[in-house]
């Protein structure tokens, strides 16, 4: 069984930066690929980034790409989002969701997550 706890959520202003870290508790965890996803008020969730399980391969959605950057740190169980130059319209709540084991790639798909976080949220201001 994996846990996810998502941290570093909360209100900034246009053009401001926050970052977002997931905790992941399991021994499994670093054979896992990783995502963020994303879901505002009335719209359903949309993929924002994903990390495979070495950390070496990445792939950020294009409404975030070039302002957005996803990390993780194997040895602290952890992989973070890294959100800079943000827009109101970056104005969701955030999860974090890790893969089941097999999974050697990079994925943006949502059913190929198996463990989602309880979602932190961002709220951007104009």
């Known amino acids: 069984q994996v846990q996810l706890v998502e941290s570093g959520g909360g209100l900034v202003q246009a053009g401001g930066s926050l970052r977002l870290s997931c905790a992941a508790s399991?021994?499994?965890?670093?054979?896992?690929?990783m995502g963020w996803f994303r879901q505002a008020p009335g719209k359903e969730r949309e993929f924002v980034a994903t990390i495979s399980w070495s950390g070496g391969s990445t792939y950020h959605a294009d409404p975030v790409k070039g302002r957005f950057t996803i990390s993780r740190d194997i040895a602290k169980n952890t992989v973070s989002l890294q959100m800079n130059s943000l827009k109101p319209e970056d104005t969701a709540v955030y999860y974090c969701?890790?893969?089941?084991?097999?999974?050697?790639?990079?994925?943006?798909?949502?059913?190929?997550?198996?463990?989602w976080g309880q979602g932190t949220q961002v709220t951007v201001s104009s």
């Open positions: 969701a890790a893969t089941g084991t097999g999974y050697s790639g990079i994925y943006y798909s949502i059913s190929a997550y198996r463990y």
């Open positions: 399991g021994r499994t965890f670093s054979t896992y690929a």
